[in-house]
């Protein structure tokens, strides 16, 4: 081979590694990108619910984001049907190095709309975050121990949105295909932990509070919803 060649050969090589440095950091940022706009519109969203009731804002938390990117992806490719059985290990304390203390765990499984209708980014951020919030409707203030008591299940992800003592949020997602067309798996995560049980729910009161008097009128996120 000429010296000639050889110089060419190295050059052809170069450029191709540079080709796919830039597709890959390309592809890199297109998902941090979509996720972000996924995490900011539910951050908004929950903290313009948790104001409906004096809680103050929630605030990003990397870790967070990581450790629900992380269980979003579990659910996806371990439970059946993508659904939020609380089943992913990584947020447990125990099993995660950054967070001590329970982190509250809420999610979405469900189609993200028709192939005609997929949701954008942001619809994922906000539908999830008013599928929590919108239990507000079974929840009695004046009587929430019987709801508590009775059907826990259908109030304690509202609860967790708007309770008092949590203070970082993270958000993971992804939408994958499936045989009855394409799903979308959401974690949304809260630090401390809300929820807090104990035999007199005394932390519900303090941590759920009414909505405020002045407070504008609830409407749904969507008309469909
Ligand atoms: C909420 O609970 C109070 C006290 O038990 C009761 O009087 C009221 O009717 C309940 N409201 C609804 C909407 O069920």
């Known amino acids: 081979m000429t010296p000639e060649k ?61 450790i629900a990117q992380m269980c979003a992806l579990y659910y996806r490719d371990y439970v059946p049907g993508g659904s939020i059985d609380h089943s992913c290990p990584y947020w447990r304390s125990g099993y995660n190095f950054y967070f001590s203390e329970g982190i509250g765990e809420c999610g979405g499984g469900s189609p993200t709309g028709s192939p005609e209708h997929l949701w954008t980014n942001i619809e994922i951020g906000e539908g999830n975050t008013w599928m929590l919030y919108k239990e507000i409707y079974n929840y009695n203030f004046s009587n929430f121990k ?19 003592e949590s203070k970082y949020f993270g958000l993971g997602m992804t939408t994958y295909r499936s045989k009855k067309g ?32 002045d407070a504008p009128a609830l409407e749904g996120w969507k008309k469909q919803y």
């Not at 900011?40 to 903290?47: D, F, R, T, V, Y």
């Open 6 to 66: 050889k110089v060419l050969f190295v050059k052809i090589g170069l450029g191709l590694i540079v080709a796919s440095m830039l597709v890959g950091y390309t592809y890199v940022w297109v998902q941090w990108v979509d996720l972000e706009a996924a995490r900011e519109s539910a951050l908004i969203l929950n903290n313009y619910y948790r104001a409906r009731h004096g809680s103050a804002p929630l605030t990003r938390n990397a870790d967070l984001d990581m």
């Open 182 to 213: 394409i799903g979308m798996v959401a974690t949304l995560f809260y630090y401390p932990s809300g929820n807090l049980i104990t035999d007199d729910w005394a932390h519900f009161l303090m941590n759920v509070r009414p909505v405020l008097k």
């Open 146 to 164: 019987t709801d508590l008591e009775t059907h826990p299940r259908t109030v304690l992800h509202f609860t967790q949105v708007v309770w008092r």
